[in-house]
């Protein structure tokens, strides 16, 4: 019965809509002031593994080091991402809910209604114009149509833009952030939240990485034996490179014209890089979640603490909240001790990351399963809660 999915989930059972039993109220603000901007940045197969200490050396994502190691920044120990691809990433931010399988853009009740649990609606409803940038073109995933459709004021893509280079998947990255870069320019007096999705680093590749400054002997030199040396992921490794020089540049030219903007750097997903040797899960499936900005402290977050992409959303609502300030989410946000967290085939217990088997916990089992029957509910049969027995 989904009222008992609902209370398995920490929800309000009684509650006559799935938003209205997954509200929260904000008790204490976790930020002095409202920050103007607040920009999330979702990387295309933007990997933690670049940044963890037995890759650290190879320097491929110096800038975003060194926005992690400010003292205006917290992070998450990793991050499970929503799913294995693109879309079911982004189907998680916009409709806030668990994956289950479906895809809620290509779903007639998502051209309906709109996801009171999805990061448009909660920041939105926070005070903020909502905008989404995409590198690619709108007509993939129906994105644009469907972005619009669940409480996001703009949208724009690289059909927007002029730019030489880039290929069938978008424009280079570069282009991407120096047109939000020149909107938030422009923008003055009103609050606003967006989204950039990225595409530079999905094959084939073709950016001139060694044009733009990509030392590739050098880091051929320093290859661990997990990874090979041959050109082709030599090239790939350059587009991480490229990809974090074109965050960091972005991020420090809009900090030091806009210095109270917040600024959240996570993945799209990370399977797709081909490791030489096995490694672990959290080398090759965990994506960083970074958030960075004037008035953050590494004390707002417990060292060691994991997430999921859910999570990101209700931390967000917690972060740009006043005293009273309500928003709907299913999961908890990073500030809570959530004990574990889970998305389409992975948990973790905040020590290691497992794979989501016969063998996991009974509990967790019986959480994942109400998410995703959840989410099932929400997004082909809408909001309401008709009858009490359901």
């Not at 001790?337 to 088997?357: P, R, S």
Request: charged share 25%.
């Amino acid at each position: 019965m989904l009222r008992q999915k609902i209370e398995l989930l920490g929800g309000n059972p009684s509650a006559d809509s799935i938003d209205d039993a997954f509200k929260k109220v904000v008790t204490i603000p976790k930020l002095q002031e409202q920050p103007d901007n607040v920009v999330l940045i979702v990387g295309e197969s933007h990997a933690l593994w670049p940044f963890l200490p037995e890759y650290e050396n190879l320097e491929l994502v110096p800038k975003e080091l060194k926005f992690l190691n400010s003292p205006n920044c917290f992070k998450t120990d990793f991050m499970l991402a929503q799913g294995t691809g693109t879309m079911p990433t982004i189907n998680g931010f916009v409709t806030g809910l668990a994956d289950a399988g479906i895809y809620p853009n290509s779903q007639p009740e998502s051209y309906k209604t709109k996801y009171g649990t999805g990061i448009g609606s909660v920041m939105k409803a926070l005070g903020y114009r909502t905008v989404f940038w995409y590198g690619g073109f709108e007509a993939w995933q129906d994105i644009k149509r469907f972005t619009l459709s669940q409480n996001f004021d703009e949208f724009y893509c690289a059909g927007d833009f002029q730019y030489e280079g880039g290929n069938s998947w978008g424009c280079p990255d570069e282009v991407l952030f120096k047109y939000v870069e020149k909107y938030l320019n422009k923008e003055k007096h009103e609050k606003i939240f967006i989204i950039i999705l990225t595409t530079s680093k999905h094959p084939p590749y073709n950016i001139d990485v060694v044009a733009k400054g990509f030392p590739k002997e050098e880091i051929k030199q320093r290859l661990p034996d997990t990874i090979c040396s041959d050109e082709e992921t030599l090239n790939e490794i350059g587009h991480i490179w490229y990809a974090d020089q074109s965050i960091g540049d972005f991020i420090e030219n809009v900090e030091a014209d806009k210095p109270d903007t917040l600024f959240v750097i996570t993945g799209d997903h990370a399977e797709r890089f081909n490791f030489a040797k096995e490694v672990d899960l959290k080398t090759l499936s965990a994506v960083p979640c970074i958030f960075y900005g004037k008035n953050v402290s590494k004390d707002l977050l417990a060292e060691n603490k994991v997430g999921c992409h859910l999570q990101i959303i209700p931390t967000l609502a917690e972060m740009v909240s006043k005293k009273g300030d309500t928003y709907s989410s299913i999961d908890s946000s990073l500030f809570d001790d959530n004990g574990t967290v889970f998305n389409h085939y992975l948990w973790t217990n905040d020590e290691q990351i497992y794979k989501i088997n016969k063998k996991i916990p009974e509990a967790l089992s019986n959480k994942i399963k109400a998410a995703r029957q959840l989410t099932a509910w929400r997004v082909l049969k809408g909001d309401k809660i008709e009858k009490s027995g359901q």
